[in-house]
T-cell receptor, first 113, second 116 residues
Framework: KAGVTQTPRYLIKTRGQQVTLSCSPISGHRSVSWYQQTPGQGLQFLFE???????NKGNFPGRFSGRQFSNSRSEMNVSTLELGDSALYLC????????????FGPGTRLTVL | AQKVTQAQTEISVVEKEDVTLDCVYE???????LFWYKQPPSGELVFLIR??????QNEISGRYSWNFQKSTSSFNFTITASQVVDSAVYFCALTPNSGGYQKVTFGTGTKLQVIP
């Protein structure tokens, strides 16, 4: 069974640009969550999508958005990039009930110059 | 507000030694979940355990064991007979037991290096 895949694995952008990250969950999983990991703030929950709807949201500005497609694949978008957005962005998938075990992808490392 | 403290930033042990990773938490919620995750150098987080605050029984899974003590707000993780493959960053996390993962608070992590 294939694991969670994230593309691209590495990305370099400049301030002011926007970026889209992609996550393909494990087959059969309907929930996709996104996390940001930085040296300063550590691991933080961004949002969760379930059946194409945002079900939960963390405390991030509106520049961070996401969506989920009918095949459960999810994308995360960050607009007007800031230096502080440089981070490892992790995606996790689960079957979909509230406390199902989450399976994580390898992450996308975003560097903002 | 929730808080998770992992006071040990880095630990080095020689292979086959036992090692305990400490986790102390603060919460005003009466019911909550505690987690441990492993993050190897490859980057993905690996779920290790979830413990409900109602259940204070210790748990053992192979070489891993967890000691949950509500009285001291601690949820410590012990690796017995450590192996090089255990080298990773380990995170403890806490969340209220309603609302899913959106309110999860992670500790800052403990980097474990197992020396052959």
């Amino acid at each position: 069974k294939a694991g969670v895949t994230q593309t691209p694995r590495y990305l370099i952008k400049t301030r002011g640009q926007q970026v889209t990250l992609s996550c393909s969950p494990i087959s059969g999983h309907r929930s996709v969550s996104w996390y940001q990991q930085t040296p300063g703030q550590g691991l933080q929950f961004l949002f969760e999508y379930f059946s194409e709807t945002q079900r939960n949201k963390g405390n991030f500005p509106g520049r961070f958005s996401g969506r989920q497609f009918s095949n459960s694949r999810s994308e995360m978008n960050v607009s007007t990039l800031e230096l502080g957005d440089s981070a490892l962005y992790l995606c996790a998938s689960s079957l979909g009930t509230e406390w199902d075990e989450q399976f994580f992808g390898p992450g996308t490392r975003l560097t903002v110059l | 507000a929730q808080k998770v403290t992992q006071a040990q930033t880095e630990i080095s042990v020689v292979e086959k030694e036992d090692v305990t990773l400490d986790c102390v938490y603060e919460t005003r919620d009466t019911t909550y979940y505690l987690f441990w995750y492993k993050q190897p150098p490859s980057g993905e987080l690996v779920f290790l355990i979830r413990r409900n605050s109602f259940d204070e029984q210790n748990e053992i899974s192979g070489r891993y064991s967890w000691n949950f003590q509500k009285s001291t707000s601690s949820f410590n993780f012990t690796i017995t007979a450590s192996q090089v493959v255990d080298s990773a960053v380990y995170f403890c996390a806490l969340t209220p037991n309603s609302g899913g993962y959106q309110k999860v608070t992670f500790g800052t992590g403990t980097k474990l290096q197992v020396i052959p």
